[in-house]
Nanobody, 123 residues
Framework: QVQLVESGGGLVQPGGSLRLSCAAS????????MSWYRQAPGKERELVAA?????????SYADSVKGRFTISRDNAKNTVYLQMNSLKSEDTAVYYC???????????????WGQGTQVTVSS
């Protein structure tokens, strides 16, 4: 019904930047909160950033990424972005997007996840 496709991960040196994208396709009627999570080896998945619907969108961040990462969205494209600057080795993880989606003909909001994209910060 709904697929989330992520892109933009890769290998970057400490201090570098990457921009992740996550686009929803399929039977999307509307979207609500969009989020980015990450999971490092041996650790639990953690919330990195989230953004609400609406002009400008209210956003929130994990303390570890405040001032370095910026989440944004394009509602017309059902896409969420994560701009990551001043990357550190501890940012290395698989990054997942999550969206609250109301599918066409649906009865409630459901959560959908992307497949994950690897971000590796290393010299």
């Amino acid at each position: 019904q709904v697929q989330l496709v992520e892109s933009g991960g890769g290998l970057v040196q400490p201090g570098g930047s990457l921009r992740l994208s996550c686009a929803a396709s399929g039977s999307v009627f509307s979207t609500n909160v969009m989020s980015w999570y990450r999971q490092a080896p041996g650790k639990e998945r953690e919330l990195v950033a989230a953004i609400s619907y609406g002009y400008g969108g209210n956003s929130s961040y994990a303390d570890s990424v405040k001032g370095r990462f910026t989440i944004s969205r394009d509602n017309a494209k059902n896409t969420v972005y994560l701009q990551m600057n001043s990357l550190k080795s501890e940012d290395t993880a698989v990054y997942y997007c999550k969206m609250e989606v109301w599918v066409v003909g649906g009865q409630r909001w459901d959560d959908y996840w992307g497949q994950g994209t690897q971000v590796t910060v290393s010299s």
